[in-house]
Nanobody, 115 residues
Framework: QAQLVESGGGLVQAGESLRLSCRTSGINYRINTMRWYRQATGKQRELIAQITSAGAAFYPDSLQGRFSTYRDVAGDTLYLQMRDLEPEDTAVYYC?????????WGQGTQVTVSS
């Protein structure tokens, strides 16, 4: 059964960095596009990063330069490196595999940034 498990969230201060992990199982993640989303309280879930099977990464303009995503080529884990965190980055972060027969989602990991 395909499964995604996020980890690495926590409470940090503004300006600090954090790295999230998304461990996959039951998925050939190297041939799939994978995405990171986040959802702040009271807001819609938003796409914040995407990486294709070829390794091409996409980020919204607002996050360019602060967030980066990459795959662990030796294993089965996707990472999201975040730096210069701001209180506005506080949200639950999810990894995702888009599929025609239904996306796969992890359970999410909470990131809280204090000012």
């Amino acid at each position: 059964q395909a499964q995604l498990v996020e980890s690495g969230g926590g409470l940090v201060q503004a300006g600090e960095s954090l790295r999230l992990s998304c461990r996959t199982s039951g998925i050939n993640y190297r041939i799939n596009t994978m995405r990171w989303y986040r959802q702040a309280t009271g807001k819609q879930r938003e796409l914040i990063a995407q990486i294709t099977s070829a390794g091409a990464a996409f980020y919204p303009d607002s996050l360019q330069g602060r967030f980066s995503t990459y795959r662990d080529v030796a294993g089965d884990t996707l990472y999201l490196q975040m730096r210069d965190l701001e209180p506005e980055d506080t949200a639950v972060y999810y990894c995702n595999v888009p599929r025609n027969d239904g996306d796969i989602w992890g359970q999410g990991t909470q990131v809280t940034v204090s000012s």
